[in-house]
């Protein structure tokens, strides 16, 4: 049974170790800067052992996952450092490069980066892994952790930004398409309450139909030649919709390396 420590139980981290812990496979102990809220979690959660700090946490595990705001993670990696002798850390934090992990850490330290998304919380998630040499033993056991709480690809780390921007912060931007199509259907006269259902039930339909096929021939099978979704695209083309996409996702992905440094 694998024994893994996760630093941070908020949004990734809690939802990681929520899966895993029903899943019976891992041994698991938590750690959080809110010592009550980690507590709470274990309380919540079978399997899942309390730990008072982060040392405690990595001493009784064999990998370790640290699920903390990005400028947090280097006062984590300098805390627990001395106790990662034989283990993996796994870091979920945005921006955040392997290398600058390792360099905080003993010389042949496994370290694998994974960047998932909120959708983790609901079992949906996808995410993106990559490794050091040293990890590199590891990544097939990562992945297979991280695929209870979605889809898990392996990237090259120097697109990790670019998938931060696309995947990481795309929950977001879908929901923002939502709440607007929400907005426009209250404009035009549905009750609030009407228009949400029909949004939401759309959304969820079509993200089934995009596993089986390209976005673009979801698009066409909607769209016939002088209907009003043809007239909706030309219009919202016109309004600069496609470019504010790609500009959204560019600004996305240079604010993560920035996070980088």
Not at 83 to 106: C, H, N, P, Q, T
Not at 130 to 144: C, D, I, Q
Not at 166 to 191: K, N
Request: hydrophobic fraction near 50%; aromatic fraction near 4%; charge should be negative.
């Amino acid at each position: 049974m694998e024994r893994v420590g996760i630093i941070g139980v908020g949004r990734i981290g809690g939802s990681l170790a929520a899966r895993l812990a029903v899943s019976g496979d891992f041994e698991l102990t938590v750690s959080d800067a809110d010592e009550e809220r980690a507590r709470r979690f274990s309380q919540e959660h079978q399997r899942v052992r309390f730990a008072s700090d982060n040392l405690e946490a990595v001493r009784s595990s064999e990998m370790v996952v640290v699920s903390v705001k990005p400028w947090d993670v280097a006062t984590v990696l300098e805390t627990i450092a001395g106790e990662l002798e034989g283990k993996a850390v796994v870091s979920v934090a945005a921006g955040v490069r392997i290398s600058a992990i390792a360099g905080k850490l003993a010389e042949g330290t496994a370290v694998l980066r994974v960047m998932p998304n909120v959708c983790a919380a609901v079992g949906m998630g996808s995410a993106v892994v990559a490794a050091n040499e040293a990890g590199e033993t590891y990544l097939s056991r990562v992945t297979k952790m991280f695929g209870y709480v979605g889809d898990v690809m392996e990237l090259p780390e120097p697109l990790f930004d670019a998938a931060t921007a696309l995947h990481g912060s795309g929950p977001a931007y879908v929901a923002l398409f939502a709440d607007t199509l929400v907005q426009a259907g209250v404009r035009a006269g549905i009750p609030r309450e009407v228009a949400r259902r029909l949004v939401n039930g759309t959304i969820e339909g079509t993200a089934v139909m995009l596993k089986d096929a390209a976005a673009h021939q979801v698009r066409d099978e909607v769209t016939t030649p002088g209907g009003t979704t043809a007239a909706a695209l030309v219009a919202m083309e016109k309004a600069g919709f496609v470019g504010a996409i790609h500009d959204g996702v560019e600004a996305a992905a240079e604010q993560s390396r920035r996070l980088a440094g």
